[in-house]
């Protein structure tokens, strides 16, 4: 009996070890996405999968070798420069694209309020985006493992009343997605930055 007992224990605890050696592993493969939101990271995959479904398999999101190493996100995309050339092609492009509607033109302000019906369209100056674009770097720098400095407003705070839709969001991830395309970056590397970019949706679409 107490061998019985012993040989039983023997073998849980050799179960033990091989299931930690197999989460282990699994671990290791599991593709890395920095959202930590599942439904994020499901939306990068999909508008990949659907990128390289209209493109072919030689899209442009090809054009860079992963560079995984050890290396975080953050400096698999260049840093900081690399970042900023990024986002700075992003937001110009995102203004210039009346599907996103950047600058609210049209939107009025809801509610009950004395201001209810009063225009909410941005008219923002040169410093103003220059201000965003700063913003919007130190804030995929936090998310992609760079610096932890971010010095913007939160994120459904500084979109309130916006009432932004899930369309004109879709539409500035295609632009985000263009930009992404227009420098090479991986295709890895662009899962896990849509990712992020994805995560906030919950905090910044209004119209759904």
Not at 3 to 19: D, E, T
Request: hydrophobic share 35%; proline share 3%.
């Amino acid at each position: 009996m107490r061998n019985r007992i012993m040989l039983g224990a023997a073998l849980l605890a050799m179960q033990l070890a091989l299931a930690g050696c197999g989460s282990t592993q699994a671990t290791q493969d599991r593709p890395f996405h920095t959202s930590g939101n599942r439904e994020a990271d499901q939306r990068a995959e999909q508008r990949i999968a659907k990128d390289e479904q209209l493109k072919g398999k030689g899209g442009a999101g090809q054009a860079g070798p992963s560079t995984r190493a050890d290396k975080t996100l953050y400096d698999r995309l260049g840093g900081d420069e690399g970042l900023q050339t990024i986002v700075s092609d992003f937001v110009d492009r995102a203004l210039a694209d009346p599907s996103v509607n950047f600058k609210r033109i049209g939107d009025t302000r809801g509610g009950f309020s004395i201001h209810r019906g009063a225009s909410i369209e941005w008219k923002p100056t040169d410093e103003d985006i220059k201000k965003l674009k700063m913003h919007m770097v130190q804030f995929l720098a936090l998310k992609s493992g760079g610096p932890a400095k971010y010095e913007g407003r939160e994120m459904k705070q500084a979109h309130a009343g916006m009432h932004i839709t899930n369309a004109e969001f879709d539409a500035s991830m295609g632009d985000f997605k263009a930009s992404l395309d227009k420098f090479g970056v991986a295709t890895s590397e662009q899962k896990e930055l849509l990712a992020i970019m994805e995560s906030v949706r919950p905090q910044i679409v209004e119209e759904r």
